[in-house]
Nanobody, 127 residues
């Protein structure tokens, strides 16, 4: 059974940083995507960052335009954990952030077509 548990959310002032963690159990990263999504009140869930780890260890990342240059997705295989480092945070980054695993469709990995989801962690950025 796959379980994804997010942590690291909180409140921060604009310009600050946070690092989110997503610990996965019962899931193998190799040859699959993992991603971070967010959902603000009254808005649809949107993809923020995705990471593909090949069987050879190569990595491919994809980011939403709104976070490029500010957010970084990474993975620690030994800890079975995916991270989202968020820098230069803005008030519009305020949302519940979700970890997702096992992309089940073609096209962009920033769409919500994932088989497994975490419970979400709140990020609040005050201006």
């Amino acid at each position: 059974q796959v379980q994804l548990v997010e942590s690291g959310g909180g409140s921060v002032q604009a310009g600050g940083s946070l690092r989110l963690s997503c610990k996965a159990s019962g899931y193998s990263y190799w040859g699959k995507y993992m991603a971070w999504f967010r959902q603000a009140p009254g808005k649809e869930r949107e993809g923020v960052a995705a990471l593909y780890v090949s069987y050879a260890g190569g990595r491919i990342t994809d980011y939403a335009d709104s976070v490029k240059g500010r957010f970084t997705i990474s993975q620690d295989s030994a800890k079975n954990t995916v991270y989202l480092q968020m820098n230069s945070l803005k008030s519009e980054d305020t949302a519940v952030y979700y970890c997702a695993a096992d992309f089940k469709a073609g096209g962009s990995p920033l769409t919500v077509a994932y088989n497994y989801w975490g419970q979400g962690t709140q990020v609040t950025v005050s201006s």
